[in-house]
């Protein structure tokens, strides 16, 4: 049986030698060929099965020949491997560097030597030749930092389809297992010193982080009924606590995008730890500052503004316009985040578990720029998947919620004018 159009020795000589132009004339000629060829052996010899089925092979044009004439006639220009990437990656200079990876070039490089030490890439000497751990680090960057597909991934970087998905997978599986250390609740002196802070920004006292989510679009996974959000598109929630230099202190990932905020929190591991031991992690009456979507969690460890129902005092607006200024924290750490890491634009894997870590690896990412000065203001980009979804909480238990709530506000706001 014949391959079709497939690329044998002789044929990628000849396609090596032609224009761009010549190119695509080779290629129409092959699959008109390849058609008459086709018809006229199915027309003498159709009295057999199996050699009309192989006549339906003929026709088949493979993947590895198709994709680069789809992008030649699409876009003019053929897809072709760079052999000297790393090379190229090493002549850019700072600007373009972080351009295309969207770190700095000396973040990266730190991080290269934690993961260089850490094991998580096969340096031994059996078998083929290893990629590198410089080049599969630079190659996960980019994934994160773009929305291409694999395939232009192997090309740009020289390795195989499937090459691609390994790396990416070794690499975010490492950065995951820095979570622990990297992304850090505050103790001790800390939680003073994030309470000054978070003073200073807008003379609230006592606040130590602000919390709110955000959407993480996604294809359709196989369930898809609860990731299917009330913008009418697949999502994951993404919870996050942020303390004043933008840095998350908390995350918690996964759950669907139908959910409620106050659901996706009841359900995170910070709240069993909280209410486990609430002294422990809010000592001296301190607390997180959340949005409106947060009033029916009833916790005093929770401060949210005054509803808005047109008969506010200026106290209160004030109030209200003083945790607007506060939060602005975490909106900035998400529009950092996903201006930073584009891929969360959208993650087109029907791997729910592989996609939850590469969110989590980002967060990591974005905590390692934090702590080494590579903030990513000029990345900040309006989140505007951070719209509530979800459910309203049980009526019965709701009022009492919210009661408690706001009470735990009053306080706030008599102990801040007085």
Avoid at 94 to 118: C, G, M, P, T, W
Avoid at 359 to 380: K, S, T
Wanted: with cysteine; aromatic share 8%.
């Amino acid at each position: 049986m014949r391959v079709g159009l497939g690329r044998t020795p002789g044929n990628l000589s000849k396609e090596n030698d032609m224009n761009e132009e010549q190119f695509i004339d080779y290629v129409m000629e092959e699959v008109h060929s390849s058609s008459s060829s086709d018809d006229s052996e199915s027309s003498v010899e159709s009295g057999t099965q199996s050699e009309s089925q192989e006549s339906g092979d003929d026709v088949i044009l493979e993947e590895e020949l198709l994709f680069p004439v789809m992008n030649l006639i699409m876009n003019g220009q053929r897809l072709q491997r760079v052999h000297n990437f790393l090379e190229i990656a090493n002549a850019k200079s700072d600007e373009e560097f972080k351009n295309d990876f969207r770190l700095q070039r000396r973040v990266v490089y730190k991080i290269l030597d934690s993961l260089i030490a850490s094991g998580y890439i096969p340096t031994h000497r059996d078998g083929k030749e290893k990629i590198s751990a410089e080049l599969s680090l630079l190659l996960t960057l980019w994934f994160l930092a773009n929305n291409e597909p694999h395939r232009t991934l192997a090309n740009l970087f020289n390795v195989s389809f499937s090459s691609v998905s390994r790396i990416v997978r070794r690499v975010v599986n490492w950065l995951v297992t820095l979570t622990p250390e990297v992304i850090k609740w505050p103790e001790g002196n800390q939680i003073n010193k994030e309470s000054a802070a978070f003073e200073a920004l807008s003379g609230i006292r006592g606040c130590i982080g602000a919390i709110d989510g955000s959407h993480i679009p996604i294809n359709q996974p196989e369930n898809g009924r609860p990731y299917f959000n009330r913008k009418q598109a697949y999502s994951i929630n993404l919870q996050g606590v942020v303390g004043s230099d933008l840095k998350f202190i908390n995350i918690y990932c996964g759950d669907p995008g139908s959910y409620h905020d106050v659901r996706v929190l009841r359900r995170s591991d910070m709240y069993a730890a909280v209410e486990a031991n609430v002294e422990r992690y809010f000592p001296n009456q301190t607390f997180l500052l959340g949005d409106k979507a947060y009033n029916g969690v009833g916790k005093k460890w929770i401060v949210c503004p005054f509803k808005e129902n047109g008969q506010l005092t200026d106290g209160q607006i004030d109030f209200n316009f003083r945790i607007s200024q506060t939060r602005v924290v975490v909106e900035r750490a998400f529009g950092i985040l996903k201006g930073r890491f584009r891929r969360l634009q959208k993650i087109q894997l029907q791997d729910m578990e592989f996609t939850v870590k590469i969110v989590v690896a980002c967060c990591v990412l974005h905590n390692i720029c934090m702590d080494n000065g590579d903030d990513g203001e000029e990345m900040y980009e309006n989140d505007a998947g951070m719209d509530h979804n979800g459910v309203s909480e049980d009526e019965e238990t709701e009022r009492e919620r919210i009661r408690q709530t706001t009470d735990r506000r009053e306080q706030l706001f008599r102990r801040m004018l007085y």
